[in-house]
């Protein structure tokens, strides 16, 4: 099993609606990234949080809302998405250690769609 | 512009037979390399980390580093269907910074035929 966890799975939602997806690490990371990936195409980075603290933010429309509660959780919250932001959605974590750190933990993702 | 370029494939391998994966990268002061596996629909998985130039082995998993030319590989001995999935090599360049963040390259989708 992964130990980052995303929920839901799986997402159906309406434009007009609005939804969260939840992630959550138990190991000590303290840099947690989103990510959006469409179909056969790589991760596109979103949002960066580093201590708890948004450290990039890559022109994202503000229809996506990301927060960090606290070290283990990451939450992008969604409103009046449209039904191109339809893809699959990745939540990962890294040990912050400049240069040399050890990559990524990504979670499962969540599939989400946009009707 | 920090780029991370791979060939994109897609690379086809009779079940048995060695693949090898290529990638480069913009940023000469790079220090960390890692190839992830992505299976379709799935999210991707660590399988190599590779900081120091030459060769580093897993399984049948070896990873290639050379930093002069700015070059990083994957090689896969003994391919399995198993192993047929798309290959995304990750370049830390945020050099100075604590971020830890990568940049992705486009992948390479490989296929093991049976």
């Known amino acids: 099993d992964t130990e980052v966890t995303q929920t839901p799975k799986h997402l159906v939602m309406g434009m007009t609606n609005k939804k969260s997806l939840k992630c959550e690490q138990h190991m000590g990371h303290r840099a947690m990234y989103w990510y959006k990936q469409k179909a056969k195409k790589p991760p596109e980075l979103m949002f960066v949080y580093s201590y708890e603290k948004l450290s990039i933010n890559e022109s994202v429309p503000s229809r996506f809302s990301p927060e960090c509660p606290n070290s283990s959780l990451l939450n992008l919250h969604l409103h009046a998405l449209q039904p191109e932001d339809s893809a699959l959605y990745l939540c990962a974590s890294s040990q912050v250690q400049g240069a040399g750190g050890d990559g990524y933990t990504f979670g499962s993702g969540t599939r989400l769609t946009v009707v | 512009q920090k780029e991370v370029e791979q060939n994109s494939g897609p690379l086809s391998v009779p079940e048995g037979a060695i693949a090898s994966l290529n990638c480069t990268y913009s940023?000469?002061?790079?220090?960390?390399f890692f190839w992830y596996r992505q299976y379709s629909g799935k999210s991707p998985e660590l399988i190599m980390s590779?900081?120091?130039?030459g060769d580093k082995e897993d399984g049948r998993f070896t990873a290639q580093l050379n930093k002069a030319s700015q070059y990083v590989s994957l090689l896969i001995r003994d391919s399995q269907p198993s192993d047929s999935a798309t290959y995304l090599c990750?370049?830390?360049?945020?050099?100075?910074?604590?971020?830890?963040?990568?940049?992705f390259g486009r992948g390479t989708q490989l296929t093991v035929w049976p």
């Open positions: 590779i900081y120091s130039n």
């Open positions: 940023d000469r002061g790079s220090q960390s």
């Open positions: 990750a370049v830390n360049m945020d050099r100075g910074s604590t971020l830890g963040r990568l940049y």
